[in-house]
């Protein structure tokens, strides 16, 4: 079935460094959603990516689609302390609406 | 618009036993499902359901079951409860354009 690897699992950075997280699927996607969890919560959905070659921003967040729609990146540009969390990535399967998730990358930010 | 509601948010069971775990969304989506979070395993698909009456295996189904009678309301059901099903429970629901998950179900099983 189709897999959906993310890279790092964890990384720790101090308040003010750049973070990017990468995403890989198995195989070519319709779209990618990115989706963000806060110690303790649940996750949170945090932007859809459907064309080829994509980029979107939000705020210090930009979310980049490759070509080949096989992957993504996350990248955080001076982080904070808010952004701690897990950052997952997601992709259909079958159809639009079942999702597989990512492992997921773990955020630790150090004021 | 409360969004998606899960109950309880805490459970102690014993091994054996049986329960069932509460979801229900009030944005008339579809498409609603169930996950479990466990440390290092990421988010793995237990059910899912694309309308009411109609219900489909995930990743990882057995031990559960889910039924659809309604549009808004999705329980997952715990047939005879394992350590092994010691875990965060989510459901969510979904339009097409992304998830909304409750705020989660822990459960001990002991």
């Known amino acids: 079935g189709q897999q959906v690897m993310q890279i790092p699992q964890y990384q720790h950075v101090q308040e003010g460094e750049d973070f990017t997280t990468y995403c890989n699927s198995s195989?070519?996607?319709?779209?990618i959603q990115w989706y963000k969890q806060r110690p303790g919560g649940h996750p949170v959905f945090l932007i859809q990516?459907?064309?080829?070659?994509e980029v979107k921003k939000q705020k210090r967040l930009t979310f980049q689609f490759g070509e080949a729609k096989k992957n993504s990146s996350l990248h955080i540009t001076a982080t904070q302390t808010t952004d701690v969390g897990t950052y997952f990535c997601?992709?259909?399967?079958?159809?639009?609406?079942?999702?597989?998730f990512g492992t997921g990358t773990r955020l630790l930010v150090s004021p | 618009n409360a969004g998606v509601t899960q109950t309880p948010k805490f459970q102690v069971l014993k091994t054996g036993q049986s329960m069932t775990l509460q979801c229900a969304q009030d944005m008339n989506h579809e498409y609603m499902s169930w996950y479990r979070q466990d440390p290092g395993m990421g988010l793995r698909l237990i059910h899912y359901?694309?309308?009411?009456?109609?219900?489909d295996q995930g990743e990882v189904p057995n031990g559960y079951n889910v039924s659809r009678s309604t549009t808004e309301d999705f329980p997952l059901r715990l047939l005879s409860a394992a350590p092994s099903q010691t875990s965060v429970y989510f459901c969510?629901?979904?339009?097409?354009?992304?998830?909304?998950f409750g705020s989660g179900t822990r459960l001990t099983v002991v």
């Open positions: 359901s694309v309308g009411a009456g109609i219900t």
């Open positions: 969510a629901s979904s339009s097409t354009y992304g998830y909304t």
């Open positions: 997601a992709g259909p399967e079958e159809g639009f609406q079942k999702l597989v």
């Open positions: 990516l459907v064309k080829s070659g």
């Open positions: 195989t070519t996607l319709s779209n």
